[in-house]
T-cell receptor
Framework: GENVEQHPSTLSVQEGDSAVIKCTYS??????FPWYKQELGKGPQLIID?????GEKKDQRIAVTLNKTAKHFSLHITETQPEDSAVYFC???????????????FGTGTLLAVQP | SAVISQKPSRDICQRGTSLTIQCQVD?????MFWYRQQPGQSLTLIAT?????????ESGFVIDKFPISRPNLTFSTLTVSNMSPEDSSIYLC??????????FGPGTRLTVT
């Protein structure tokens, strides 16, 4: 089955710097790659996603890149702010054999700390 | 995205007892999911809650331990049965969006003593 690896497990940056989190996946059939932000005491929040038909997607200070050949994708956060501090999870979809919603396999998470 | 609520938000339970967690969505959704997040860990899918049929469980999870109900398109329950301290986790429900994305509820923080 699908396996998703995520690095680094912890990341500390200065406010204003950029942060990059990387994930690799094993199942070449995966076609959907979301990123979630989880703040302490809350559920995961979908912040950006990318599908296999594009290589990059950007939303303000957040961008995601996908390399299907190498089977890896990355989250880029620019101009980091203290409120970006949270645990970030990547995920990859493993199709359920039809239907609009795919089963998600999650990475192990990255604790991002933005130092003011 | 849908607004998802869970009850209770947290609970402390004695071993050997059972707890039922509710998940309510403000709009009709086809697919709902239940996840477990052990302390400091990632999310693991327990089962897919299918409306009108039995839930589909992932490897390592069984219906006797985690019975699930899905009586309609806006509501589901997960029961954690015969609890032990190893069941202490955050339990999360999620719903599927039109394009295959998933949105999560706030979670239920369970401690078993």
């Amino acid at each position: 089955g699908e396996n998703v690896e995520q690095h680094p497990s912890t990341l500390s940056v200065q406010e204003g710097d950029s942060a990059v989190i990387k994930c690799t996946y094993s199942d070449s059939a995966s076609n959907y790659f979301p990123w979630y932000k989880q703040e302490l005491g809350k559920g995961p929040q979908l912040i950006i996603d990318i599908r296999s038909n594009v290589g990059e997607k950007k939303d303000q200070r957040i961008a995601v890149t996908l390399n299907k050949t190498a089977k890896h994708f990355s989250l880029h956060i620019t101009e980091t702010q203290p409120e970006d501090s949270a645990v970030y999870f990547c995920a990859a979809s493993n199709p359920l054999g039809g239907g609009a919603t795919n089963k998600l396999i999650f990475g192990t998470g990255t604790l991002l700390a933005v130092q003011p | 995205s849908a607004v998802i609520s869970q009850k209770p938000s947290r609970d402390i339970c004695q071993r050997g007892t059972s707890l039922t967690i509710q998940c309510q969505v403000d709009s009709q959704v086809t697919m709902m999911f239940w996840y477990r997040q052990q302390p400091g860990q990632s999310l693991t899918l327990i089962a897919t809650a299918n409306q009108g049929s039995e839930a589909t469980y992932e490897s390592g999870f069984v219906i006797d331990k985690f019975p699930i109900s899905r009586p309609n398109l806006t509501f589901s329950t997960l029961t954690v049965s015969n609890m032990s301290p190893e069941d202490s986790s955050i339990y999360l429900c999620s719903v599927g969006g039109r394009m295959g994305e998933q949105y999560f509820g706030p979670g239920t923080r369970l401690t078993v003593t």
